[in-house]
Structures are given as structure tokens and as C-alpha cells.
């Protein structure tokens, strides 16, 4: 449900490959020019002093070692194995500036590639952080997963004869915390989430159920109510539209418990203590919009405005529950990058100050 107005590139497409499970030498010296170089163009553009001890070395990883991203900024790529879903698991990681044991988990929208975080191409969030003393946590991949455990795999059986296997829920708050804390000394217990459309979405939910985990939930055009009327129909058309995926295999029957669990309408008991702030607009198109091609703005209108209303039915209740929420609701917008970028550095500083991370 995530409109992109910023091209791919074959370029992209091509750096999925250059990481081999053979570390040689010449590819220690390339990752250490590459460490270097970033290191020396963040301070020719003013974006951050290097913070030594905590971000120059490469963390070990399920192939051997992380690999240093293109993306620069101290930024990460490691292979995190999932047991759960059989396949190592992508992370982009950017560590605290100064050690700290604060995490910011940064989920992506409904059409999440398997080459990057989004919040590193069409926004850039370790620009963002860079100099500050929490850790970016940006798992790669998960397209119309809604970063949950799935009953069956997600493809249809006709599309593709490799399953694609769906236990994100489990890798975000079982598996990858204990990675986090032996590799990058994050606390499992001292964590915000934040998410675009449908990572969203799951910022709330799996804050709700998780908050023990999860000290801050943040979600900005995401939908809070998936079990309402009309809902189902509109993410089974969307999956489809994604990668062919089958929403039954998410949860086998409509009255799967595990349907409500995922719900962000029904997880609003575990939020008593967290900090929570939800954002929309409108779907009506303003000046920040003009460079979107008609056809996306339209269907960025559709989306947005749904965004917009199953995130008041969930502030409704949430506030009637006694759950304090701090929401943004703009006049104008559409469901696009533009908008979840300004929130990005809109709600850095809530985001440092409740995570005690500056």
C-alpha cells in the first residue's frame, strides 16, 4: 500500500549479489576503503563527527562478518539467521554514536525489496541519526508480510516454486534482539518502533504486544484497524498486487486469534506505559505533491485517506481506554515519501528524548 515515486535502479538490484559467504582479504581491504571513504565524505558534508570504538569495526554475522553499506554513515549490512524462517535475514544497522543500548527499529511499506531498508534510499534516516547515540535496526525485505507470522507460506502455489516462508513477528522480537545485544549492546527492553503505511501498522501492534520490548510506537500513514469491514478484501487485492501473495495463508480462517493479534485495534492494552504517535493526512493533494506522477497521486489519495480513517476508529478507542496519544493529521497529502520523511525528522527529537538517546 506504498506509493514510490523515486526509481529503482539496476544498480540496486546488482549489490544484492556482491556479499559471498567466502571473506577473502581483497574483500576486507575493499570494505575497509569503503569504511574509510565514508568516514571522510561525512565530514566533508558536515552530517557527523566519527564516534571511534563503537562504529569503525565490522560486527560478526552469520556468513562471517557485516559488510559496510553503501549507503554510508556507519551503516551496516549484516546476515542475521532466522531459524524460524530457514534464511538469513538482512539487517541494515547503523550503531549508537557513543555505545548507548537504545534501539530504533524502522519497518518498511508493503512493497519492501530485498535489497534495501527503504528508509535508507527514498528517505535517509542515518543521515537523520547519524549523530546520535541510538542504533538504527532496519530489517531488508518482507514485502506484504505486515512483518507477521504467517500460517502458510505467502505465494501462491501457482506464482513460484520456491515458499516464501513469513515469521517476521518471531525474528523481530525473539530472534534479532539477541543478535542486537551481543553484537551492538542494544537492550532488548529499551526499544522505539516506527513504521511507513504497512510497517505502521505493525509499529503498533507489535508494540501493543511486545512491551517489553518496545518503550515507543510510532506510525505514520499506517492502517490500525485491519479486522474492520471491508478490510480483508482490500488486503487480499493489495497482496495480489504485491508479489501474487495469498492473505488466507496468513491466517488460515477469518477467526484465527492470531487475525486480532496482528490488529493494532485490539493491542491497545499493551501501550499503557509506552509512548505512542500516530500521523495521517488527508489524501488531498498540496504543493508537496507536485512531483508525483497523476496516476500514483490518485492512488496515493485512496490510500492515504483509508490510512487516515482506521487511524481514527483506532485513536477513538485508544483514547477511550485511556491510552495517551499524541497524533499529527495533515490537511493535505498523500500516501508518499515526502510526507513520512518530514516525519522522520519531525519526531527525531521526541524520539531521542524518550529513548534517552542524544
Not at 526509481?7 to 571473506?23: C, D, E, F, V
Not at 565524505?41 to 558536515?46: A, D, L, P
Not at 551503516?75 to 524460524?84: E, F, I, L, T
Not at 515469521?167 to 542494544?186: D, I, M, N, R
Request: aromatic share 10%; with cysteine.
Amino acid at each position: 500500500m506504498t506509493t514510490r515515486h523515486t526509481a529503482r535502479t539496476g544498480l540496486l538490484g546488482t549489490l544484492r549479489g556482491i556479499k559471498s559467504s567466502a571473506k577473502s582479504i581483497s574483500r576486507k581491504v575493499a570494505a575497509t576503503v569503503v569504511a574509510a571513504a565514508t568516514v571522510c565524505s561525512i565530514g566533508m558534508v558536515g552530517t557527523g563527527t566519527a564516534h571511534a570504538g563503537n562504529r569503525d569495526w565490522l560486527r560478526p554475522d552469520n556468513t562471517g562478518s557485516c559488510d559496510w553499506d553503501p549507503v554510508g554513515f556507519w551503516v551496516q549490512r549484516c546476515d542475521v539467521w532466522s531459524p524460524a524462517m530457514g534464511r538469513n535475514i538482512p539487517v541494515q544497522i547503523q550503531p549508537a554514536g557513543r555505545g548507548g543500548n537504545a534501539g530504533l527499529y524502522l519497518l518498511d511499506g508493503m512493497r519492501a525489496t530485498d535489497y534495501y531498508n527503504a528508509w535508507t534510499h527514498d528517505a535517509n534516516a542515518p543521515a537523520a541519526y547519524v549523530d546520535h547515540n541510538i542504533t538504527l535496526v532496519m530489517p531488508i525485505g518482507g514485502a506484504g508480510s505486515f512483518y507477521a507470522d504467517w500460517d502458510a507460506p505467502a505465494n501462491l502455489s501457482s506464482m513460484s516454486s520456491a515458499p516464501v516462508i513469513y515469521k517476521w513477528e518471531t525474528f523481530l522480537t525473539s530472534e534479532l534482539p539477541a543478535y542486537l545485544q551481543q553484537h551492538f549492546g542494544v537492550d532488548p527492553h529499551n526499544n522505539s518502533i516506527a513504521g511507513l503505511s504497512m510497517g505502521g501498522t505493525s509499529a503498533i501492534s507489535l508494540a501493543g504486544n511486545h512491551p517489553d520490548q518496545f518503550r515507543q510506537a510510532m506510525s505514520w500513514s499506517g492502517y490500525l484497524t485491519t479486522t474492520m469491514p471491508g478490510m480483508q478484501t482490500l488486503l487480499r487485492l493489495a497482496l495480489l498486487d504485491t508479489g501474487g501473495f495469498n492473505v488466507s495463508a496468513m491466517y488460515g480462517i477469518l477467526i484465527n486469534p492470531r487475525r486480532f493479534h496482528d490488529d493494532p485495534f485490539w493491542a491497545t492494552g499493551g501501550l499503557r506505559n509506552t509512548d505512542v504517535y500516530i500521523s495521517a493526512a488527508t489524501g488531498l493533494w498540496g504543493p508537496q505533491d507536485a512531483g508525483i506522477p497523476t496516476m500514483q497521486k490518485i492512488n496515493g489519495s485512496v490510500l492515504e485517506a483509508l490510512s487516515l480513517e482506521t487511524t481514527l476508529v483506532w485513536e477513538a478507542k485508544a483514547r477511550a481506554e485511556g491510552i495517551n496519544v499524541t497524533n499529527h493529521y495533515r490537511p493535505n497529502g498523500v500516501h508518499a515519501w515526502n510526507q513520512w520523511n518530514d516525519e522522520l525528522y519531525l519526531t527525531r527529537e521526541r524520539v531521542l528524548n524518550v529513548m534517552n538517546a542524544w
